[in-house]
C-alpha cells in the first residue's frame, strides 16, 4: 500500500487523524488501538498479542522440520566458483 497523507484535526487539547474505514477493516481494528512510538515513526496496531519474530536458532530450526529438499544445493559445489582467485572490492587509495 503507498503511503497516504492524512490531516492532523483539533480534537479537544489533543489532536487526531482519520483513519480510512478500508484500513481498519484490513487490520480489524475496532474502538481501540495500540500505539507504538518507534525510532522511525509510529506504529498503530489491534489490540492483542502480538507475534515474536523468530530467532535465528527458531528460524533454523523451523527450516529442518519443514523436511524440505534442499539436494539441488549439492550441485553448486562443482559450479568452480571455490577455484577462481577473488580482487578485493576495496582498493587503497594513494595519497
Partial sequence: MKPRELKVARIGNSRGVRIPAGTL????IGAEVIMEERSD???LRPPGPTIP???WEDTALEM???G???S?????TADG????????AR???KR
Avoid at 25 to 28: K, L
Avoid at 72 to 76: A, F, I, L
Fill in 25 to 28: 477493516e484490513r487490520y480489524h
Fill in 41 to 43: 515513526g509510529i506504529l
Fill in 53 to 55: 519474530k523468530l530467532s
Fill in 64 to 66: 529442518i522440520t519443514a
Fill in 68 to 70: 524440505e529438499d534442499w
Fill in 72 to 76: 539441488e544445493w549439492d550441485s553448486t
Fill in 81 to 88: 566458483l571455490d577455484e577462481i582467485e577473488w580482487e578485493s
Fill in 91 to 93: 582498493r587503497s587509495r
